[in-house]
Antibody, heavy 117, light 107 residues
Framework: QVQLQLWGAGLLKPSETLSLTCAVS????????WTWIRQSPGRGLEWIGE???????NYNPSLKSRLTISLDTTKNQFSLNLSSVTAADTAVYFC???????????WGQGTLVTVSS | DIQMTQSPSSVSASVGDRVTITCRAS??????LAWYQHKPGKAPKLLIF???SLESGVPSRFSGSGSGTEFTLTISSLQPEDFATYYC?????????FGQGTKLEIK
């Protein structure tokens, strides 16, 4: 059974770069898109972007200028980097697998990232 | 972006009740619609994909219907573990978008 576990810094100052990593275990890393999603009180659930095992990525246009999603196939991990963060980037961040019919499952447990001076 | 609008935003119901949640898309999305259940502090859980297909392991009291722009999630007989927030999500086109959520509370 596929499981996702994510980690990264939970407290950032404005203008810093948010970095999170998600490790995939228990299933195939290839053949799927691996996705980042965030949830905040103001924006609800927001799709951030995705990457597949060959490195092909798709980003939310609202974040594209600040966003990099990368992967390490040797470790079955993928990462999120979001630069120049502001308080508006404060959210719970999730990683998830996108699969059949462009739905998401399973999801990682989520991690709170707070941006505050 | 495709806007997803859920109604109601919240609903109070009792164990054993039948509950229906509606999700409307701002443009047609065929059957590219999923439903999730989310409990505080936990990962969202996929319930329904392709508008009406039940994810493996999800109880049969959950069902989905609809196509185009209007969709419904129905819980036929509420159980105590079903009290949570439910979200719809469109997978028709980028960027993928979610509804604002429907909080299902105990009456």
């Amino acid at each position: 059974q596929v499981q996702l576990q994510l980690w990264g810094a939970g407290l950032l100052k404005p203008s810093e770069t948010l970095s999170l990593t998600c490790a995939v275990s228990g299933g195939s890393f290839s053949g799927h898109y691996w996705t980042w999603i965030r949830q905040s009180p103001g924006r609800g659930l927001e799709w951030i972007g995705e990457i597949n095992h060959s490195g092909s990525s798709n980003y939310n246009p609202s974040l594209k200028s600040r966003l990099t999603i990368s992967l390490d196939t040797t470790k079955n991990q993928f990462s999120l980097n979001l630069s120049s963060v502001t308080a508006a980037d404060t959210a719970v961040y999730f990683c998830a697998r996108r699969f059949f019919h462009s739905c998401f499952g399973p999801w990682g447990q989520g991690t709170l990232v707070t941006v505050s001076s | 972006d495709i806007q997803m609008t859920q109604s109601p935003s919240s609903v109070s119901a009792s164990v054993g009740d039948r509950v229906t949640i509606t999700c409307r898309a701002s443009q047609g999305i065929a059957s590219w619609l999923a439903w999730y259940q989310h409990k505080p502090g936990k990962a969202p859980k996929l319930l329904i994909f392709a508008a009406s297909s039940l994810e493996s392991g999800v109880p049969s009291r959950f069902s989905g219907s609809g196509s185009g722009t209007e969709f419904t999630l129905t819980i036929s007989s509420l159980q105590p573990e079903d009290f949570a927030t439910y979200y719809c999500q469109q997978g028709n086109s980028y960027p993928y978008t979610f509804g604002q959520g429907t909080k299902l509370e105990i009456k």
